[in-house]
């Protein structure tokens, strides 16, 4: 008896070991036994006295206080006290005025991104930016950087009170890669003129973003970690002799082992999200630097010709100089010059390659190439073709309408001496598709110096203007809108080039024709082929104003031949009519040399052997008229 009556007295006197360092458990060791002690199975009735007298120095029993018996009324046990630690311990970290000041930058940040996110997507259709920038480009990159700020600032704002070390990781690594986008911008000749300085705003707000929601992350999880020491420190002291057993349960109290099945679960879908928010950003700026490192590429491809200039030109209705890329062989023959402008879709440049680019097959031809095989023959004397604004290598041309276009035409020809040299004889206007509407409204403003029309299965007022409902409107933007803004993202550009199916000139020189369509490897065709799209749905529209007031000065009575595609006139009531009113309406009975309808033929009349033939005789005819 006096054995045992030891053992408690030894038990109930020993003091508390502080740790003299830091401990891996949130229990103090336990005591060592006394060496005579017994050892007892824990129903032994001496050891549960033992348990219940053992006093903690707070003056009640610990384990009493964590099985509520033996609790003093009023005062909780650290059990208890725990989660109203934990709580008071997480509302200090959030609203400490370094973490306060971090998250209202970082909103206001946000919702700069998401505003300047909104005026670059309508920046996309509307160009209003470009009377304050002098930016040549589609303005679809700069959209996408400033998304990218928007998307990782708002996964830092809804996370910021539950940081994720992969978003942090993912972020990080985000914004690095915002630095070779500004090198490539600003040491690519051809990726400055296109985006600078309108790209310097989505760059600038995207990297304040991205820091702040780094450093929001790094301070919360930094405070977060410094509050769990604190806390555990403080439990491990108030509860510094309850049992090995409750070692669990004072690691779920303060956060350090488990949260509970629910805990547990928000934290691992918050953990994913923000993994997911984070690889997004990432993704997205390592396919613009990809696309943006192809272009730059591309961009130091020389011109297609030796006989190709870059014109600077500024028409009326831009606000800024542009670059028309312009080609004109040389000829000492009194015959007059042709001017060939393509159909929409299609860089006029191609006529100047023998044959085709890839991906399209062997056989196929370049549309316009026929004219310069007639030059080369010596048949016909100088023949200029040209890269409509957005196409080839000429600049994109904010805001462009069909007078904007002309005007551009007649500078580049002009500022070239091509007006000059051929002002006795005339300019021979060749115009295929969408090309025949240039023509007419460049002869409109110019009739002296024309000398003739060849209309290859033009467009007319009536075949290329409608007015659509909304819905049908919208539908059309949309679809031209959403592939357009999705070039910057490399999507079909990298696969071509990883896949070798396109080289740096089949890129620049992106085309509808000869198939398959190579528009969505260009973000400049992708841009103006959007501006005709837009121009060309409403009646209403500057185009459609402009080519109605040219009607009045067009010089009708100059020779004309109008070649058409008999097959498409049969398929469409309404093309029929345009082609008939352009043959007996817009040009005169004393214009009109022929109407020549040519069968088995689509919308491109010179492919075939057939329709070659019919070209090449009617320019021939054409040039031997003499200039009225």
């Known amino acids: 008896m006096s054995h045992h009556t030891s053992a408690r007295s030894s038990l109930s006197s020993s003091p508390v070991q502080s740790p003299a360092e830091e401990t891996t458990t949130l229990l103090p060791p336990t005591a060592p036994a006394h060496p005579h002690a017994h050892h007892h199975s824990p129903n032994h009735p001496h050891t549960r006295k033992t348990s219940i007298s053992t006093r903690s120095i707070s003056g009640r029993s610990v384990a009493g206080s964590v099985r509520n018996y033996g609790a003093v ?102 914004l690095i890669l915002h630095i070779p986008i500004i090198f490539l911008t600003l040491l690519s000749p051809s990726l400055k003129r296109n985006h600078t300085p309108l790209i310097l705003a989505p760059l600038v707000l995207t990297a ?47 956060g350090v082992q488990g949260k509970g099945f629910w805990g547990r679960l928000v934290g691992f879908f918050g953990g994913v999200i923000g993994l997911i928010a984070g690889l997004t950003g990432l993704i997205l700026v390592s396919l613009l630097v990809i696309d943006l490192s192809i272009s730059a590429y591309d961009g130091s491809l020389p011109l297609p010709s030796t006989s190709s200039a870059l014109i600077k030109v500024n028409p009326p ?28 879709g299609i860089p006029g440049s191609l006529a100047l390659l023998p044959t085709p680019l890839p991906p399209a097959p062997e056989g196929s031809q370049n549309p316009g190439r026929w004219l310069f095989d007639l030059e080369e023959q010596g048949k016909l004397g100088r023949v200029c073709t040209w890269d409509r604004p957005g196409y080839g290598f000429s600049d994109v041309l904010s805001n462009a309408d069909l007078g904007s276009i002309s005007d551009a035409l007649w500078e ?7 007006i000059k040299d051929s002002k006795k004889e005339g300019l021979v206007m060749v115009g295929e598709g969408y090309g025949g509407l240039i023509s007419r409204i460049f002869a409109a403003r110019h009739p002296n110096n024309i000398h003739s029309f060849l209309h290859l299965d033009a467009q007319t007022a009536s075949t290329y203007f409608s007015e659509p409902s909304t819905t049908q409107f919208i ?29 740096s000139l089949s890129r620049i ?36 104003r402009i080519l109605l ?7 009708s009575f100059k020779p004309s031949i109008i070649l058409s595609s008999n097959k498409r006139m049969k398929n469409d009531e309404i093309w029929l009519e345009g082609q008939r009113v352009l043959a007996k309406e817009v040009t005169s009975e004393e214009g009109l040399i022929d109407w020549i309808k040519i069968d088995n033929v689509d919308h491109f009349v010179c492919e075939s052997e057939q329709g070659k033939s019919i070209c090449e005789n009617s320019i021939l005819k054409l040039i031997k008229i003499k200039s009225k």
């Not at 160009?127 to 990159?141: A, E, H, I, N, Q």
């Not at 800024?320 to 929409?344: G, K, Q």
């Not at 398959?516 to 459609?544: A, D, H, M, V, W």
Request: proline share 5%; glycine share 6%; charged share 15%.
């Open 73 to 174: 009324a009023g005062r909780p046990g650290p059990s208890e006290q725990a989660p109203r630690v934990s709580k008071l311990g997480q509302r200090r970290i959030l609203t400490t005025f370094p973490l306060q000041a971090t998250f209202f930058i970082l909103t206001l940040l946000v919702f700069a991104s998401f505003v300047l996110t909104l005026i670059l997507l309508l920046n996309t259709v509307l160009d209003f930016s470009v009377k304050f920038l002098p930016y040549r480009g589609s303005g679809f990159t700069e959209f996408w950087i400033s998304l990218i700020g928007s998307w990782i600032g708002l996964g830092g704002v809804l996370f910021f009170s539950h940081p994720s070390y992969l978003f942090f990781l993912t972020t990080l690594i985000t």
């Open 208 to 254: 304040s973003t991205l820091i702040f929601t780094l450093l929001a992350n790094f301070l919360v999880r930094r405070a977060k970690k410094q509050e769990s020491l604190r806390i555990s420190r403080m439990l491990t002291e108030a509860a510094g002799r309850e049992r090995a057993s409750e070692e669990s349960t004072a690691r779920a109290l303060v």
């Open 317 to 344: 209705g831009s606000q800024w100089p542009i670059n028309i890329h312009l080609s004109c062989t040389t000829s000492n023959s009194s015959l007059p010059t042709i001017v060939y402008t393509s159909s929409s």
């Open 412 to 418: 580049s020809l002009d500022n070239a001496g091509i």
């Open 475 to 503: 539908s059309r933007l949309t679809s031209r809108l959403f592939p357009s803004l999705l070039t910057p993202l490399s999507i079909n550009r990298l696969p071509s080039v990883l896949l070798r199916r396109s080289n």
């Open 509 to 544: 020189l992106a085309s509808s024709h000869p198939l398959p369509s190579t528009i969505k490897l260009n973000e400049n065709l992708r841009k103006s082929r959007l501006q005709e799209t837009i121009g060309s749905q409403s009646i209403n529209s500057k185009s459609f």
């Open 549 to 555: 007031e040219s009607g009045y000065k067009y010089p």
